[in-house]
Structure formats: C-alpha cells, structure tokens
C-alpha cells in the first residue's frame, strides 16, 4: 500500500489496520519492520524525513514516527501554501509594476532592457 495523496493520519490508521489483520493470522510483524514499511512507501517529498529517521544510531520508536510524521506533513502543507502565496504576489506585483511608464529617456532604456514593453 502507498500512501496515494491519503493524508499521514488516513495512511497511517491503514497500515495499522494491515498489520492488525496479519496479526490476527499469526503473522506478527515487528515494529521495525512496520517503520520499514510506512518509509518506503512515502512518496519523494518525505526523502529528507527518511534520510533523518534511518541515518540515526539510535533507532526512533514507531509512535515517535508517526508523530512526526505528521508534524512534517503539515510542515510540507505550510510551506507548499507559502509558495503558492509568494507566486501570487510575484504576479500581482508583476501586474502592478506593468503599469509604470517610464518619463526620461535612461527610464526607458532601463525598462525596455528588463523587458518592459
């Protein structure tokens, strides 16, 4: 199972649903073994939090994982909103700044060069 733009909390209850199922089989599945599992299964937005959890000496526990997991998924939320906020005022500005027409002649060499109209 991938995570397939399920939020962590959704995609987390459904890997512990999975475990609890082969577990209910006799199939225990160890907790390092879950961690192996949700991580190679996050898409390439959570490779720096992969590279954090495994490069450690000291092994996360699984709880501490999903915790920030989560935290880091609202931290991609956040900064995916922030771009997309700083592209809308890039184009405002850029909207507004098409506006000025340029008086002396070095003005309108200097816009011309920047790519004024």
Known sequence: MKKRGLI???YLLKMKGIV???ASTNHVVSKEDQ???VLTRLGPEYDA?????TSRSEPFKF???TTLL???????EQHCH???ETSSLDINTTTSNSNII???SQERRLYHNIGGR
């Open 8 to 10: 962590m909390a959704e």
């Open 20 to 22: 609890d199922a082969l």
């Open 35 to 37: 961690i192996l599992h």
């Open 49 to 53: 939090f992969i590279v954090f959890i």
């Open 63 to 65: 709880e501490n994982i």
């Open 70 to 76: 989560k935290v880091y998924e609202t931290r991609l």
């Open 82 to 84: 922030n771009i997309v």
């Open 102 to 104: 340029p008086q002396s």
